[in-house]
């Protein structure tokens, strides 16, 4: 019985942005890294930090905080960077802090509610409730697509 | 056994022994009587022969097999070598190829090979009988009897041994099928004989049945006073041995042939020479029987490309380490330690050459197919053509050299194709009825340049011109101002590619924007230039990457961006005073010419932390023939750099062209010239 629930955990790992709690499953991430020294691209999206050396491999760095529209704050000893894998591509997202692993059984997942706090529901996957917690699972797909990014890029040079 | 286990290093062995016998078999073609060449050619089928049979690859092994009786007859000059018979060959080859493909896609490597195989025997068979020299020495009729011919030296050897009353014979030893160590049954052959005679040359030579590179049967020819029956008991003592023919050379018939015989060119044998190598072999030899394959190649190993750069980044990180060990011990002043690091940092030097020209191959790996196709392009179209490949040894990242073929098939279609006009239409012209193709490949600061050049017709501007209008791709006005430059440009566009509609024009063009496309996906750029009726080159600028690339490091703000260096003309410093202004574009006069200045500081929106100097350090570069004068706050000095991509989430930043990572871990961006200059 019990293996039938394990399958039907999805785990994941935890970090905060704000004041809130946020999920990405484990599969996705890579590691998590203190803040390097982040190189600044230039003509690139706000929200784009640079790129920092990863262990040889130069990995684009990406400020949660910017992307979804949440005022910014200067790093701290806590925050991190969450290596995630989406397709072929390998992005750190900065946030504020990542300590927690969890498993979250599947049917406490919802789907995203029509309006989260400013932040778009495209982004979300779910939210799971977890007694008093409340987690917002995101959608890195939607968050990382790149052509997004282009598109954004576009219009800043439009602008 | 496990197939799979080998399947990759039989799938690369046999596309490298496919490869070498297209290359040797263009050779034999303009050299046919050479006989070295045909045993290159006769090595490669061999081994390809057994391999294929170890593998279980049967329709491979009868082709392979059958192509090397015909190459038999050749280097034992039963068989000419004729175009027919080349064409014939080169097809068994295609067949082969069409095969190791197979394999290599996962296929069985199945083909129906009766047919080629039937033309090889007709061949075989056909010029064998007609051809049979007048001297000839034995009855041995065996389908597979090699003719013995004898030198000048040899014929002298015999006569003189006959005349001092000792019988020449030949003697024809055949192994057991079922022989297990062919070469030592040769030695123990070989000291049987000595014992009753001198040995003085056997078919195959020594060397060859050492490596036991023979079917089951070979030749030796024999002076002894011994009686034939005395010495086929004698062998016949040797266990495996199926059966010995002798036959008694009559010297008579050896002068008449003497004449005829030209080329006599299989090595002599020194009895002493045959014992002492034998003797080694079976020392040596031996205990190596299953190396062999490995031994035959060349001394190196494949490794997978990841893995290279799993090590190259690995690497790096070791250079940022050393860079900081390098810090602490400047700051510890320790003799000791500053030595070891220093010592630590040349041989990471040297290993950091090692590592990226691991990546490194000779573009000779692409070009090797094309004398092959080109004959075979030429023969269609019944054009007269001769392909001159210049700088085949040039290295290129094996990333790209994967990538660049495809392109370069495509030009060289189009040049024999298109480019090199009939035969008679060139004579008309007054030009050599032969079309001169030329590819060439060279290094020019860190790119590497492939031209295709032709002495063909040349574009034709108008015909271009009048499809590029009818396509809407230019205007019927625009038309006139064009440049020659720019309508040549106009074959790349894709517009301009189907082929009904080029082929009534020019002939150019058909799917060049392919390889435009192509060419620029590996950061590079590929132009045309033409003179009609003389001919037409395609150059393709490609870059090394991954590669060490020189660049200049330059300060911005606090910033560190690298420039190329094959991009900077100089660098000098300048007097806010001599910035003109032109437009409300800020120039500078530079040795007579007005060069735009582009402050980086403000193009890059570095934030600004230093204050502005009365003096301005100034980058210039160029694009072609135009310039601009990069604005920078200090420069940092030039180094040798590893270019790093920026990732697939960051694929296309404007007037960014890439990364490295400097000694202390950090990024630094490459700055794009050609972008920053329209």
Do not use: W
């Amino acid at each position: 019985m019990s293996e039938e629930v394990m399958t039907q955990d999805v785990k994941v790992i935890i970090f905060q942005l704000k004041d809130e709690e946020y999920g990405v499953e484990v599969e996705q991430v890579r590691s998590i890294e203190r803040v390097l020294h982040i190189t600044r691209v230039p003509s690139t999206p706000d929200f784009v930090e640079g790129v920092i050396n990863l262990r040889g491999v130069v990995t684009p760095i990406i400020d949660l905080r910017k992307r979804f529209d949440i005022e910014g704050i200067d790093h701290s000893e806590a925050t991190r960077v969450i290596i995630v894998t989406v397709g072929e591509m390998d992005v750190g997202l900065v946030v504020d802090s990542a300590n927690d692993v969890i498993d979250i059984p599947k049917d406490a997942i919802e789907p995203p509610p029509e309006v989260v706090g400013g932040l778009e529901a495209a982004y979300i996957r779910g939210v799971a409730k977890l007694e008093k917690r409340l987690l917002i699972l995101l959608n890195l797909d939607k968050v990382l697509n790149p052509d997004e990014l282009e598109d954004i890029q576009e219009m800043e040079r439009d602008a | 056994m496990e197939r799979n286990q080998y399947l990759e290093m039989f799938i690369d062995e046999s596309t490298e022994h496919l490869q070498a016998m297209n290359t040797n078999l263009l050779d034999l073609e303009k050299n046919p009587q050479d006989l070295k060449i045909v045993n290159e050619i006769f090595r490669s089928a061999h081994t390809l022969k057994g391999m294929a049979a170890t593998m279980g690859y049967d329709d491979l092994a009868s082709l392979t097999h059958q192509m090397e009786n015909v190459l038999d007859g050749i280097r034992n000059e039963n068989i000419e070598t004729t175009t027919k018979l080349m064409d014939v060959v080169f097809e068994s080859v295609d067949d082969l190829e069409y095969m190791v493909n197979d394999i290599a896609d996962g296929g069985e490597g199945k083909k129906d090979v009766t047919e080629v195989v039937a033309k090889l025997e007709q061949i075989e068979n056909g010029e064998e009988t007609t051809n049979e020299p007048s001297g000839s020495l034995s009855p041995l009729n065996d389908s597979e009897a090699a003719e013995v011919s004898y030198d000048d030296f040899e014929h002298t050897v015999i006569r003189q041994s006959h005349e001092q009353g000792f019988t020449p014979m030949q003697i024809r030893i055949s192994l057991r099928e079922d022989v297990i160590l062919k070469a030592a049954r040769v030695f123990m052959v070989f000291e049987v004989l000595e014992q009753v005679g001198e040995v003085i040359k056997s078919l195959p030579a020594v060397d060859k049945l050492e490596e036991e590179d023979f079917d089951l049967s070979f030749d030796v020819t024999l002076v002894t006073k011994t009686g034939a029956e005395e010495v086929k008991s004698r062998v016949m003592k040797v266990s495996e041995i199926e059966d010995v023919q002798i036959t008694e050379i009559n010297v008579t018939d050896i002068d008449n042939e003497e004449t005829a015989n030209t080329q006599g060119d299989s090595p002599e044998i020194q009895p002493a020479e045959v014992k002492e190598e034998a003797e080694n072999q079976l020392q040596v030899k031996q205990p190596e029987k299953d190396e062999k394959v490995s031994q035959a190649s060349n001394k190196t190993i494949r490794v997978n490309i990841d893995r290279l750069d799993s090590l190259m980044n690995l690497f790096e990180e070791l250079v940022i380490d050393r860079g900081r060990l390098e810090q602490i011990s400047k700051d510890m002043k320790s003799a000791e330690l500053t030595e070891t690091v220093e010592h630590m940092s040349r041989i990471s030097g040297d290993l950091q050459n090692i590592i990226l020209n691991m990546r490194m191959v000779p573009v000779e790996q692409v070009f090797n197919r094309f004398p092959r196709m080109v004959r075979g392009l030429a023969k269609d179209l019944n054009k007269k053509i001769r392909l001159e490949i210049i700088g085949a040894e040039t290295e290129l990242d094996r990333t790209v050299i994967d990538e660049i073929g495809d392109p370069l098939v495509h030009l060289l279609r189009n040049s024999i194709d298109h480019g090199i006009e009939m035969p008679a239409e060139r004579k008309q012209a007054g030009k050599n009825d032969e079309g001169h193709i030329t590819l060439k490949a060279y290094h020019s600061g860190n790119h590497v340049f492939i031209e295709v050049a032709d002495d063909g017709s040349g574009v034709n501007r108008e015909g271009v011109l009048r499809k590029a209008i009818k396509s809407g791709i230019v205007t019927e006005e625009n038309s006139h101002s064009m440049t020659d430059r720019q309508v040549y440009e106009l074959l790349f566009s894709s517009g301009l590619s189907t082929t009904d509609v080029i082929s009534d024009v020019s002939g150019r063009g058909v799917g060049l924007d392919v390889v435009k496309n192509k060419i620029e996906s590996l950061g590079g750029n590929v132009a045309v230039t033409s003179k009609p009726g003389q001919g037409t080159t395609f150059s393709i600028q490609l870059p090394l990457t991954l590669s060490i690339i020189s660049v200049m490091l330059v300060e911005v703000q606090k910033e560190i961006y690298a420039i190329p260096l094959s991009s900077i003309i100089e660098t000098a410093i300048i007097k806010k005073d001599d910035i003109m202004s032109a437009h409300n574009q800020k120039v500078i006069d530079f040795r007579g010419s007005v060069v735009p200045l582009i402050d980086l500081t403000h193009f890059f929106e570095v934030p600004v932390t230093k204050d502005e100097d009365d003096y301005y350090s100034i980058v210039i570069v160029r694009k072609g023939e135009k310039m601009a004068a990069l604005v920078v706050n200090s420069f940092i000095g030039q180094q040798e750099i590893v270019l790093k991509s920026l990732g697939n989430y960051l694929n296309s930043v404007f007037a960014i062209s890439g990364a490295t990572i400097l000694g202390n871990g950090q990024v630094a961006l490459i700055v794009d010239c050609n972008a920053l200059i329209k």
